[in-house]
């Protein structure tokens, strides 16, 4: 519950509030819970208040200093906090459906299962923010502020691209790692029963040999993701993709990763003389499809034909398109 006298001084209106948080500026105002739905708290300084699971149902926040706030779990459904200083602000898992926060500041605020359907963001400043698990439907976020005032100006239209972009921009050694992945990361798909997870280890050990960087897609099924996604994901993350096609399992996540468009080398290999997916036949007219499949009778015959029919030629049309681009840029 709030403290009752933190709640009578704020019901004697902004000046006296302003004043008597000037007067006492190591106080923390204790509002949890506090009904303010529909009050009018602009230019109100509520700075490093504790206002957890507060009702601020369509309140008029415009303005409102609320650096620091704790805002977790508050009520703020179609609050006006347009301008609002929330630097560093606590609003994890706040119901702010419909609330206009335009232009206001969230640089380093925390927003971890908020939900922000249909709000308006246009024009806030995220610099710094932690965004996961947001529920934005609906919601506006046009020209979000992605850089510091004294940085040039980075906008982009949505807040977890633009948290994204935050941890690119000021992390090198994240930046130098995402760039490691893209240029030496082998995606290895193949099976893992019968002998495969044998035949795929074979494969990383001979890229890691040649100083790549082998990913072999052995986890549990992702909760929020089935395994097709994240094989896209990984697969873009890569330079090229190396796939064993000797057992069933593997052609649906390969045909997405062709439906993805992802223009990047691809390398079967098939064991002794079984016969690959037939749908192998269409990916034989993609300008990456190294093939035909190295076929290989047992795991020292593959790792000796890898350097020269995967390894290489995998290179050699990474180099190729690096140049194709280079051209069209230049």
């Known amino acids: 519950m709030p403290n009752p006298d933190h709640l009578s001084r704020l019901d004697q209106g902004r000046d006296a509030w302003n004043a008597w948080r000037q007067a006492n500026p190591d106080l923390v105002p204790q509002l949890r819970s506090a009904p303010l739905a529909g009050r009018d708290l602009r230019g109100f300084d509520l700075h490093d208040a504790y206002l957890r699971?507060?009702?601020?149902?369509?309140?008029?926040?415009d303005g409102c200093k609320l650096r620091e706030a704790n805002l977790s779990g508050a009520e703020l459904e179609g609050a006006t906090l347009t301008g609002a200083g929330l630097v560093g602000a606590n609003l994890r898992a706040a119901r702010m459906h419909g609330a206009d926060l335009t232009g206001a500041d969230l640089k380093s605020a925390i927003l971890v299962g908020t939900?922000?359907?249909?709000?308006?963001l246009d024009g806030a400043q995220v610099y710094g923010i932690a965004a996961w698990e947001v529920t934005l439907d609906g919601a506006g976020q046009r020209d979000l502020l992605v850089t510091r005032p004294d940085q040039p100006r980075i906008t982009v239209d949505d807040?977890?691209?633009a948290q994204f972009i935050y941890v690119?921009?000021?992390?090198?050694?994240?930046?130098?790692?995402f760039n490691t992945t893209t240029q030496r990361g082998v995606l290895i798909l193949g099976r893992f029963g019968g002998g495969g997870l044998e035949v795929l280890r074979a494969v990383a050990d001979t890229l890691r040999q040649h100083g790549l960087l082998p990913v072999i897609f052995d986890f549990e099924r992702p909760r929020q993701r089935n395994y097709t996604e994240t094989v896209v994901t990984l697969a873009g993350l890569c330079s090229f993709v190396i796939v064993d096609l000797s057992g069933p399992s593997v052609p649906q996540e390969l045909q997405?990763?062709?439906?993805?468009?992802?223009?990047?080398?691809?390398?079967?290999?098939?064991?002794?003389?079984?016969?690959?997916?037939?749908?192998?036949?269409d990916f034989a007219e993609l300008d990456g499809y190294l093939g035909p499949p190295i076929r290989f009778d047992d795991i020292p015959a593959l790792v000796a034909q890898l350097p020269?029919?995967?390894?290489?030629?995998?290179?050699?049309?990474?180099?190729?398109?690096?140049?194709?681009l280079a051209a069209i840029e230049g």
Not at 53 to 60: E, N, T
Not at 308 to 324: F, V
């Open 168 to 177: 690119m921009l000021n992390h090198r050694k994240l930046r130098d790692v």
């Open 256 to 281: 997405a990763i062709v439906g993805a468009t992802l223009r990047m080398p691809l390398v079967p290999i098939v064991e002794g003389e079984r016969k690959p997916a037939a749908m192998l036949a």
């Open 115 to 120: 939900d922000l359907t249909d709000a308006r």
């Open 53 to 61: 699971r507060a009702h601020l149902q369509g309140a008029r926040l």
């Open 159 to 161: 807040l977890e691209v």
């Open 308 to 324: 020269a029919r995967a390894i290489a030629p995998a290179q050699a049309w990474l180099a190729r398109r690096r140049d194709k």
